[in-house]
């Protein structure tokens, strides 16, 4: 029995085995790569945003649409 860290994560490949496989290691590894480029995207997503409504003309065109909806009666939205 080897005591260095190899790098894997030990991972059963279904509910209660005890064996390892390299698909249920690697299915680990992508799904982590997946959240983490997910969560990136949601980040710049929100930058692109924030960036977007700092500009005056984009302000006002919220305002005027605010107030289109507020002079509408709430049965018709």
Known sequence: MSTTWTGA?????????T?????AIGGYTMGMLSKVLKTGVAIKAV????REASKPEN??????????????RPGQR
Do not use: D, M, N
């Not at 994560?9 to 085995?17: L, N």
């Not at 064996?19 to 698909?23: D, K, Q």
């Not at 302000?59 to 509408?72: F, G, P, S």
């Open 59 to 72: 302000q006002r065109k919220a305002q005027e649409l605010v107030a289109k909806l507020r002079q509408q």
């Open 47 to 50: 930058q692109v945003v924030k």
């Open 9 to 17: 994560v030990p991972i059963a490949p279904y509910r209660g085995s």
């Open 19 to 23: 064996e390892l496989s390299e698909t």
